[in-house]
T-cell receptor, first 111, second 115 residues
Framework: QKEVEQNSGPLSVPEGAIASLNCTYS??????FFWYRQYSGKSPELIMF????GDKEDGRFTAQLNKASQYVSLLIRDSQPSDSATYLCAVVTSGTYKYIFGTGTRLKVLA | DGGITQSPKYLFRKEGQNVTLSCEQNLNHDAMYWYRQDPGQGLRLIYYSQIVNDFQKGDIAEGYSVSREKKESFPLTVTSAQKNPTAFYLC??????????????FGPGTRLTVL
């Protein structure tokens, strides 16, 4: 079992719709959870981070964390064509500075 | 301007050559990382360093070497022992203050191609 799993996609959504991206992790000691966006040929950039169970909202983005079920998700409301990218989930285990990345989900927002 | 720089942006290597990728940061971060990314794949950890003069192997360290003589610098050498080095290499850094709650900042990457 991979440590951090994501559906590779592509996930296609129409412009203006909600895109839902999911990530599961295997280490129950995981403490910090990050969502990065990566455009083709570019380096990842941070979108959201979450540490506590529940929802965290920032503009059009909402991160959701459920530690009991070991999943973290990212919702993108009012999706725009510029949101088309690969979204990487990263997890850090308590007491370490080692970031484990999923393989990413490719999102396509159709105009 | 604070940030992470990587050089060169593109690098071509002949079979049997060692090459060194540069990574410098002026963010005063303690921890630095090297990742490899292959097409359509996520990031795989090569090496990381939490403090000067100390570093740990990641998941795919074979064929690579690093040094951390200065806080600001974490160069990666791709040796001839790495049989399939063509990939996109990303350097990252983070602060260690406050525990494991800090985001990683990434450099722009180096694209290495074996001729």
């Amino acid at each position: 079992q991979k440590e951090v799993e994501q559906n590779s996609g592509p996930l296609s959504v129409p412009e203006g719709a909600i895109a839902s991206l999911n990530c599961t992790y295997s280490d129950r000691g995981s403490q910090s959870f990050f969502w990065y966006r990566q455009y083709s040929g570019k380096s990842p950039e941070l979108i959201m981070f979450i540490y506590s169970n529940g929802d965290k909202e920032d503009g059009r983005f909402t991160a959701q964390l459920n530690k009991a079920s070991q999943y973290v998700s990212l919702l993108i409301r009012d999706s725009q064509p510029s949101d088309s990218a690969t979204y990487l989930c990263a997890v850090v285990t308590s007491g370490t500075y080692k970031y484990i990345f999923g393989t990413g989900t490719r999102l396509k927002v159709l105009a | 301007d604070g940030g992470i720089t990587q050089s060169p942006k593109y690098l071509f290597r002949k079979e049997g050559q060692n090459v060194t990728l540069s990574c410098e940061q002026n963010l005063n971060h303690d921890a630095m990382y090297w990742y490899r990314q292959d097409p359509g794949q996520g990031l795989r950890l090569i090496y990381y360093s939490q403090i000067v003069n100390d570093f740990q192997k990641g998941d795919i360290a074979e064929g690579y070497s690093v040094s951390r003589e200065k806080k600001e610098s974490f160069p990666l050498t791709v040796t001839s022992a790495q049989k399939n080095p063509t990939a996109f290499y990303l350097c990252a850094s983070t602060t260690t203050s406050g525990g494991s709650y800090n985001e990683q900042f990434f450099g722009p990457g180096t694209r290495l191609t074996v001729l």
